[in-house]
């Protein structure tokens, strides 16, 4: 929110990225002397070469420069607000537009990061970040595309479209097996960090739904709820030690607490906070916050903060996913498969036996146990809260995960507390301004390819707040339950809601 890259994904044809004065993990990783690759997606900036990955850190990228693609065509299909479509190609190695590609394309991106480990020259250290289109929905045209060269499997799935959703995160399982067994026969997988992080909660309905489920967590994607920002993460070395690490951490910690496994150190001021200390051991969490989100566009005005053990939400959800969803999706029609012989007959499980790291049965159980989120509240609301004008939510998350029992009025001290903190960081955001997407981006000039279309002499200060001067569309809509402004003379957007929050207390 400090960089105007917060709320709505970007669209491929939109003049906006993370501004070129912000530096990004593979830089700090190329000063370290690594080698730096990326593999699948970018989806930070695409309409200048100065926002490519490329351009900022990365050796390397081969895959996608938006947000997704179609897992066969490698396409992908932008619709605008007035329903204008354009199309094309998204999937290069670096410059160049892999036009001839057929493979599916989580074992064309696997195939890229076997090939890249295989190719290293190990007398230099490796950072390699591969960022799958799968599971993510693909063009409407085909929003679950499991592979055609397997059946589909997983028979034990009531529901099809869920069973085609576990095909497609089988494909990512098989992905990772053959990464983790590349880096083995590459004989360095004993002196590798292996991170495995999901960027976002499920849409399991609605718009690029994809069938995952986020329960017992709350909401969807794109919804200030638990089941929208929280997600499972896994780190692993080959000293470590099964258990599990509580703490609370935000994406923006990966920057200095990968810094620091690497060996260097930040001495710049950021957001983020070096954790590596306290996951190797096992410590408390060095933070103690999270602006989880800051929503300011004319459809909805909405913000959710945690401290401690305690998250608020507060403004107009109306419209969005506050509800839980999937519940039908968890149904089997017949037994699932044992879960232990399975685990056991995967490749990484062979590649650790080949290491003397051996699966035990009851610590692999009790690992589930521990990594398995508990809802210790057992009093839950019968209507869940809503934030309206004059009251905002309150949910002690660590007791109350499912964010079902409010405390508002019961705990009003922390409510008032948590609701100054955030006014303070609210009034901090950089506006993002209005939509900033230009016709000239269309893929039809460029032989039905998504590519770069503004040179380095156009004016990179409207990537962020357009100028007058700007060729875009910029698209503003008034939703009518946009609330009425209390005690601020009408004003409307993000002071209407400063005012709101003042007026709640």
């Given at each position: 929110m400090r960089l105007g890259m917060h709320g709505t994904p970007l669209f491929n044809s939109e003049d906006r990225g993370i501004p070129l004065t912000e530096r990004l993990l593979p830089s700090y990783m190329k000063e370290l002397g690594y080698s730096t690759h990326l593999v699948g997606k970018w989806h930070v900036g695409m309409s200048r070469k100065e926002y490519y990955p490329t351009s900022r850190g990365y050796d390397t990228h081969y895959g996608m420069r938006g947000g997704f693609i179609d897992y066969y065509t490698y396409n992908k299909v932008e619709t605008w607000p007035d329903g204008r479509i354009l199309f094309g190609l998204d999937l290069y190695d670096n410059d160049i537009p892999q036009d001839e590609e057929e493979r599916y394309i989580v074992d064309a991106l696997?195939?890229?990061?076997?090939?890249?480990?295989?190719?290293?020259?190990?007398?230099?250290?490796?950072?390699?970040?591969?960022?799958?289109?799968?599971?993510?929905?693909?063009?409407?045209?085909?929003?679950?595309?499991?592979?055609?060269?397997?059946?589909?499997?997983?028979?034990?799935?009531?529901?099809?479209?869920?069973?085609?959703?576990?095909?497609?995160?089988?494909?990512?399982?098989?992905?990772?097996?053959?990464?983790?067994?590349?880096?083995?026969?590459k004989d360095i997988l004993d002196d590798t960090i292996i991170i495995f992080a999901s960027d976002n909660g499920s849409p399991t309905v609605g718009a690029n739904n994809n069938w995952g489920v986020n329960l017992p967590?709350?909401?969807?994607?794109?919804?200030?709820?638990?089941?929208?920002?929280?997600?499972?993460?896994?780190?692993?070395?080959?000293?470590?030690?099964?258990?599990?690490?509580?703490?609370?951490?935000?994406?923006?910690?990966?920057?200095?607490?990968?810094?620091?496994?690497?060996?260097?150190?930040?001495?710049?001021?950021?957001?983020?906070?070096?954790?590596?200390?306290?996951?190797?051991?096992?410590?408390?969490?060095?933070?103690?916050?999270?602006?989880?989100t800051v929503e300011d566009s004319d459809r909805n005005t909405y913000a959710a903060y945690r401290a401690g053990d305690y998250k608020i939400v507060v403004g107009n959800v109306t419209g969005l996913s506050n509800n839980y969803y999937g519940a039908d999706l968890l149904i089997n029609k017949e037994k699932a498969p044992e879960y232990f012989p399975s685990l056991r007959s995967c490749d990484i499980a062979r590649i650790f036996e080949y290491m003397g790291l051996y699966l035990d049965i009851d610590e692999v159980k009790a690992m589930r146990a521990a990594a398995t989120i508990r809802q210790e509240e057992p009093i839950r609301d019968s209507t869940p809260c809503l934030p309206s004008l004059t009251r905002g939510c309150l949910f002690n998350v660590r007791r109350d995960p499912s964010e079902s029992r409010d405390l508002w009025q019961r705990a009003n001290k922390i409510a008032v507390l948590l609701t100054s903190r955030l006014r303070g960081l609210w009034a901090m955001q950089r506006r993002r301004g209005p939509l900033n997407i230009q016709i000239e981006a269309d893929p039809a000039n460029f032989d039905y390819r998504?590519?770069?279309?503004?040179?380095?002499?156009?004016?990179?200060?409207?990537?962020?707040?357009?100028d007058s001067n700007s060729r875009a569309r910029n698209y503003t809509s008034r939703n009518k339950t946009i609330a009425n402004s209390i005690n601020c003379d009408g004003t409307t957007g993000i002071r209407n809601f400063l005012c709101i929050l003042k007026s709640v207390f």
């Open positions: 696997t195939d890229r990061a076997v090939k890249i480990i295989n190719r290293h020259n190990t007398s230099v250290p490796l950072f390699l970040h591969v960022t799958h289109n799968a599971p993510h929905a693909g063009n409407t045209g085909g929003i679950l595309q499991p592979p055609l060269h397997t059946t589909v499997k997983h028979r034990h799935i009531a529901n099809s479209n869920r069973r085609l959703y576990a095909e497609i995160v089988t494909q990512i399982d098989r992905s990772v097996g053959r990464i983790v067994r590349a880096l083995a026969e967590f709350r909401g969807l994607k794109e919804t200030p709820w638990e089941g929208a920002v929280r997600v499972p993460a896994f780190i692993w070395h080959s000293s470590f030690r099964p258990r599990v690490w509580d703490g609370l951490m935000h994406v923006t910690d990966w920057l200095p607490t990968l810094t620091a496994a690497a060996g260097g150190r930040l001495i710049t001021e950021i957001d983020g906070v070096n954790q590596w200390d306290s996951i190797i051991q096992d410590g408390i969490s060095k933070r103690t916050e999270v602006l989880i998504w590519t770069a279309w503004l040179s380095n002499q156009s004016n990179i200060s409207n990537a962020i707040l357009p």
